[in-house]
C-alpha cells in the first residue's frame, strides 16, 4: 500500500493526477478550446461546485502528456495556505512532470525550507523557483485544482509573484469555484489570460443529449431530454445523479416532474434519489466512506469492518459514483467535493449515532499510517478534543521543524484553551514560534502553563522510562525556550543564567538548542563588556546550526558575532560577519524579508561608523518596509539609531526624532530598557546640538534609569546602559557647568572600556572627553586623549570623530599645526579624520552658542570683577584672594559668567567680554 511520507515532505496523492473516468462524454470541443488557449500564461475555469471543472482539467492534462508535452498537478486543500506546504508541494509537482533542470533544487523545494515559515519574502521564493526552471527551454503547465480554498496570505502572494512574471517556461491551468485574487487584469489586457466560466463549461443541449443517450437504459424521448436540460442548465453533476437514479426509474415522465420545479434543492433531491437505488451493502459504504477525505481500500476496510473495500470502490467507480482516482496505482480516492458533501449531510440526518465510530475509526487508522494531520481533522470533526490534542502533541515537533507553522497554530487555535495546557510539547513549539514573532505576552503565557505541567511530573527524574526520558526532553526544551524569550525581550542577565543552566544541565544533547544558547550567552556578555567569541568558536556553532539544519540560526550567530567583533575595533572582521549574515538571510528567505533587514540593519551601522554614509542610506531603504517587531534587539536598536544619525548629517532633526520615537513606542510596549537608554543617548546629543540645553537636561534627570542609578562609574555589574547614561551625563554636564565631574567619570570609563579591549565604546567616551578637556581649557590633555583613540581608532570609525563636531576638528588641527614635521604613526589617521571634517573648517574664537548682543547690565558687577582680573593673567586662587572670596565661590561665578556669554572657558569668556565692550 501507498503511504503518505513523513510530515514536512510531499503527500503523493496531492501530486499525482486522477485519473480519467470512464463514462463521460469527451466534450472533444471544449477540450481543443483549451488546448488551443493552452501557452496563455493562465487558464482559468471558474464555476460553481458540480461542473466538471476536475475533470475537464484531467482530460486536458492527460491530453498534453500524451502528446508529449511537460505537465504537473497539485490538488490543493486549506492548509496550503501554509506557504512552506505550498511551495514544498509545487516544487515537487514541477520536479516530477518530467521537467528536468540543473543546478540542484531550488529554496522552495522539499528539505530546504527551515525557517520559511517566520518573515518569509513570497517575492524571493518565487524568484528562486523561476530561476531554477530557466536552465532550460521546454514549457511545464502546471495544474491547480482547487485554488479556491487558498485564502489571502504568503501562499497566494507566492503564486501570484510567479504568475506575474510570467515566466516563458511555466504555464498555469487553474480551476477554483470563485474567481481568485490574481493578477487577472494585468494578463487579460496583456492577451496572457484564457478564462472559461460557467456558462462555458455548462452541458450544451447537444452535449445533454449525448450524455443521457449513453445510458441506453434510460431511453429518454428528445421532449425528456429538452426538459432536463432547461431544469438542470447543463449542470454536468445533476445531468450524472439524473442518470444514476433513473436507471431505475419505472416512469421517467414522474420522476423528471418531481423535481421540474426546483432550484437550489435539486442537488439534495438527487442524492436521495441516486441512495435510493443502490444497494443496502453500496448505500452503507456511500455513506460510511464520506466522512473521508480521501481513502484507499485498506482504510475503507477500518471504517467500515466486514466490508470489501476493493469490490466496492471498483462497483462504485463502474457506476460513476463521483469517485476520483487519485494515483497512479488506482490505490487512493476522493469523492467528487459537491457528491461527498451532500452524502455527509444525509448520513448526519440518517444515522447520527454512526458518524463519531466511523470518524474515530477513520483516525486511529489515519494515525498509525502516518497520516497525522487527517487523523487531527478527524479528531476535531467528532470535538474529541483531548485525542485530537494527543495527536497534535505527537505532530507538532516535526511541523514545527519542517517550516510549517501556520498549519501548526491553525490546528492548535482549534484547540480549547483546557486542553492546550495540558500539552507541554505543542506549547513549547508555540513559544518558539511567538518568541521569533515578537508575540512575547502569548510565548509567556504558553511557557508558564508548559513549565507548570512539566513540574508536576518531573519529581522522579530518571533516564529508566520512556516517560521520564519524554520529562527530560521536554525540560530541556523548557529550559532553552525560557533562555531564548529572556534574550528576546532583553532580560539579559536572566538569559545569560538560563543559557548557563541550559549548558551546564544539557550540553551536547541537541545542536540546535546548545548552538542558539552559545549565542544567547555571548550577546548577554557582550553586554557586559566581555567580548572573548573568537572565528574558531563561531565556525564550531556554525556547525552545530548546520548539523540542525538550521540556517536561519546561522543569520542570528553571523549578526551577534558581527556585533562583538565590531565592539573589539575589528571592524574587517565584523563587516565580514555582517555580510555573511545578509547573504545567508537572501539565500534562504530573499533581499526583502525580516530577516535579511536584521542583517542589513547592523551592517549599516557599521558603514555609518565608518562614514560610508551613501552605502548605509541604500541598505537601510530596503528595512524601513519591513515592521520593527521582528528579531535581535541590537538590530533594531542599530536600525533605528543609524536612520536617526543619517538624518541628523543632513540636519533633518525632524526625521531623526521620528525614528527614535518609533523606536520608543517599541521599547515601551515590550518594555525593552536597552533600547530605552539608546534612544535617550542620542537624542540627548541631538536636543543639545539644536540648542536645547534645558529639554537634553530635564530628559536625562527624568528618565528613570538615571534616577535609579547609585554610581555611573564603570564599577559593580557593568552593562551598556550604564555606559549611555554616562555619555548622556556628561554631554549634559558639558553644557551645564558641570565638565570636572563629567571629565573624571569618563576617564574612569576610558580606562575601563580600553583595559577590557572594547574599543567602540572606548572611542565613544575618549573623543566626548576630548571635547571636555578642550572646552574647560586643558588642552594639553585633549591631545593625549585624543591620540590615543586616534591610535586605537586603527583607520575606522571616522564617524564617531565627525559626530562630535567643530571641537574635535579643532584640536585635531589643533595637534597637526603643533606637530608638522614628526612623523608619528596616528598623523596619517589624523590627516584622514580632518579630511573627512572638510576644508573650511576652523578653530572656533568662540564657540557657536555665544550670545551676539550681550548687554552690560547683564554681567553683575563681581562677575565684571572677576573678568577683569582674570585678563590680568591672574589665577583663580589669586582672584579669590583679591575679592575675599574662597575659590569655590570663584568657580561658581565662572559658571554664571560661562552661561551668559556662551562660552566654556576663561579664556574665551575674556575676549567675548572684550569683544563685546564690557572690558576697557
Not at 480554498?149 to 469555484?177: D, Q, T
Not at 582672584?879 to 570663584?890: D, H, K, N
Request: with cysteine.
Amino acid at each position: 500500500m501507498s503511504k503518505s511520507l513523513a510530515i514536512g515532505r510531499v503527500i503523493r496523492n496531492k501530486i499525482d493526477p486522477p485519473s480519467q473516468r470512464a463514462g463521460l462524454i469527451g466534450r472533444d470541443s471544449l477540450q481543443r478550446r483549451l488546448l488551443e488557449q493552452i501557452d496563455k500564461q493562465v487558464t482559468l475555469i471558474s464555476a460553481p461546485a458540480g461542473y466538471g471543472k476536475s475533470s475537464l482539467m484531467t482530460s486536458v492534462y492527460h491530453r498534453l502528456i500524451g502528446a508529449g508535452k511537460s505537465a504537473c498537478w497539485l490538488s490543493l486543500d486549506t492548509y496550503d495556505n501554509d506557504i512552506v506546504r505550498f511551495a514544498t508541494h509545487l516544487t515537487a509537482a514541477i520536479g516530477q512532470s518530467g521537467f528536468r533542470v540543473e543546478g540542484g533544487e531550488p529554496a522552495t523545494s522539499p528539505g530546504s525550507h527551515q525557517g520559511m515559515g517566520v518573515g518569509v519574502d513570497v517575492q524571493f521564493l518565487a524568484e528562486e523557483l523561476l530561476e531554477w526552471l530557466s536552465s532550460q527551454q521546454s514549457v511545464v503547465h502546471v495544474f491547480l485544482d482547487d485554488l479556491h480554498l487558498l485564502s489571502e496570505g504568503p501562499a497566494l502572494e507566492f503564486l501570484s509573484a510567479v504568475i506575474i512574471c510570467e515566466h516563458p517556461n511555466l504555464k498555469f491551468v487553474i480551476a477554483s469555484r470563485e474567481v481568485p485574487q490574481l493578477p487577472l487584469a494585468r494578463l487579460r489586457a496583456r492577451g496572457r489570460l484564457c478564462e472559461l466560466e460557467a456558462d462555458a463549461v455548462a452541458f450544451s443541449a447537444d452535449e445533454v443529449r449525448d450524455f443521457m443517450r449513453q445510458s441506453a437504459s434510460l431511453g429518454l424521448s428528445d421532449e425528456q431530454i429538452t426538459l432536463l436540460y432547461k431544469k438542470t442548465e447543463g449542470w454536468p453533476a445533476s445531468l450524472q445523479m439524473v442518470s444514476i437514479a433513473m436507471e431505475s426509474a419505472r416512469d421517467p415522465d414522474v420522476f423528471i416532474s418531481r423535481f421540474s420545479g426546483a432550484d437550489k434543492d435539486i442537488a439534495d433531491f438527487l442524492v436521495e434519489e441516486v441512495l435510493a437505488k443502490q444497494s443496502t451493502q453500496m448505500q452503507r459504504f456511500l455513506l460510511g466512506t464520506s466522512v473521508l477525505k480521501s481513502m484507499s481500500a485498506e482504510l475503507v476496510n477500518a471504517v467500515l469492518p466486514s466490508t470489501d473495500a476493493v469490490h466496492l470502490i471498483e462497483q462504485a467507480e463502474a457506476k460513476n459514483l463521483f469517485l476520483l482516482r487519485l494515483d497512479r496505482e488506482r490505490t487512493w480516492y476522493r469523492y467528487h467535493h459537491l457528491f461527498g458533501d451532500l452524502l455527509r449531510r444525509v448520513l448526519v440526518e440518517r444515522s447520527p449515532e454512526s458518524v463519531e465510530g466511523y470518524r474515530r475509526r477513520a483516525g486511529t487508522w489515519l494515525a498509525a499510517h502516518g497520516r497525522i494531520v487527517e487523523a487531527i481533522e478527524q479528531a476535531f470533526a467528532i470535538n474529541d478534543q483531548s485525542w485530537a490534542g494527543s495527536l497534535l502533541e505527537s505532530a507538532c515537533s516535526e511541523l514545527f521543524a519542517s517550516g510549517q507553522t501556520a498549519m501548526l497554530q491553525s490546528l492548535a487555535d482549534q484547540l480549547d484553551e483546557a486542553e492546550l495546557q495540558k500539552l507541554p510539547r505543542l506549547q513549547l513549539e508555540l513559544v518558539w514560534d511567538s518568541v521569533i514573532r515578537w508575540r512575547f505576552h502569548e510565548a509567556r503565557e504558553l511557557l508558564h502553563e508548559a513549565q507548570r505541567r512539566l513540574s508536576l511530573s518531573a519529581s522522579e527524574l530518571s533516564t529508566e522510562s520512556p516517560k521520564d526520558l519524554e520529562t527530560h526532553q521536554l525540560q530541556m526544551k523548557s529550559l532553552h525556550r525560557q533562555g531564548m524569550l529572556q534574550a528576546f525581550t532583553d532580560k539579559l542577565k536572566d538569559a545569560e543564567r538560563t543559557s548557563l543552566e541550559w549548558l551546564d544541565s544539557y550540553s551536547h544533547q541537541d545542536p540546535y538548542m546548545e548552538a542558539s544558547c552559545r549565542v544567547a550567552l555571548w550577546m548577554c556578555r557582550r553586554d557586559r563588556f566581555i567580548c572573548d567569541a573568537s572565528p574558531a568558536e563561531t565556525e564550531v556553532l556554525r556547525k552545530l546550526f548546520n548539523d540542525a539544519g538550521a540556517k536561519f540560526g546561522i543569520v542570528f550567530l553571523d549578526a551577534v558575532a558581527g556585533s562583538i567583533f565590531l565592539e573589539r575595533g575589528d571592524v574587517t572582521a565584523a563587516e565580514r560577519f555582517f555580510r555573511g549574515a545578509l547573504d545567508t538571510a537572501i539565500r534562504i528567505q530573499g533581499e526583502t524579508s525580516a530577516l535579511a533587514a536584521m542583517a542589513c540593519a547592523q551592517l549599516a551601522m557599521l558603514l555609518y561608523c565608518e562614514n560610508r554614509l551613501d552605502e548605509a542610506a541604500i541598505l537601510l531603504r530596503g528595512v524601513i518596509a519591513q515592521p520593527l517587531e521582528f528579531g535581535l534587539l541590537d538590530s533594531i536598536i542599530a536600525r533605528q539609531l543609524t536612520v536617526a544619525r543619517l538624518a541628523r548629517t543632513n540636519q533633518n532633526f525632524t526625521d531623526a526624532h521620528e525614528a527614535l520615537d518609533a523606536a520608543d513606542d517599541l521599547a515601551e510596549r515590550f518594555e525593552l530598557p536597552r533600547l530605552q537608554v539608546n534612544v535617550l543617548a542620542l537624542r540627548t546629543h541631538l536636543y543639545i546640538e539644536q540648542g536645547h540645553i534645558h529639554q537634553a537636561q530635564h530628559l536625562l534627570e527624568s528618565h528613570p534609569e538615571y534616577r535609579t542609578l547609585r554610581s555611573l562609574n564603570p564599577e559593580g555589574c557593568v552593562d551598556s546602559r550604564r555606559e549611555l547614561i554616562a555619555i548622556a551625563f556628561s554631554r549634559v554636564a558639558l553644557e551645564t557647568g558641570r565638565g570636572t565631574e563629567a571629565i573624571k567619570l569618563l576617564r574612569r570609563w576610558a580606562a575601563w572600556t580600553l583595559e577590557r579591549h572594547c574599543v567602540l565604546s572606548f572611542l565613544r567616551v575618549s573623543v566626548l572627553l576630548t571635547r571636555l578637556f578642550w572646552r574647560s581649557g586643558d588642552v594639553p590633555a585633549a591631545r593625549r586623549v585624543l591620540i590615543e583613540a586616534l591610535v586605537h581608532a586603527d583607520g575606522s570609525f571616522d564617524r564617531i570623530f565627525l559626530d562630535e563636531g567643530e571641537e574635535i576638528c579643532a584640536v585635531l588641527q589643533d595637534l597637526l599645526q603643533s606637530n608638522p614635521a614628526i612623523d608619528v604613526p596616528w598623523l596619517s589617521r589624523l590627516k584622514a579624520v580632518l579630511k573627512a571634517f572638510g576644508s573650511g573648517m576652523e578653530i572656533p574664537r568662540v564657540v557657536p552658542a555665544a550670545v551676539p548682543s550681550i548687554r552690560l547690565e547683564s554681567l553683575s558687577e563681581r562677575e565684571l570683577e572677576i573678568i577683569r582680573l582674570t585678563a590680568h593673567s591672574l589665577a583663580a586662587q589669586e582672584v579669590a584672594q583679591a575679592l575675599g572670596l574662597t575659590e569655590s565661590t570663584v568657580k561658581w561665578y565662572w559658571q554664571r559668567i560661562f552661561e551668559k556669554l556662551g562660552v566654556r572657558r576663561r579664556k574665551l569668556a575674556v575676549r567675548a567680554a572684550k569683544e563685546r565692550g564690557l572690558l576697557v
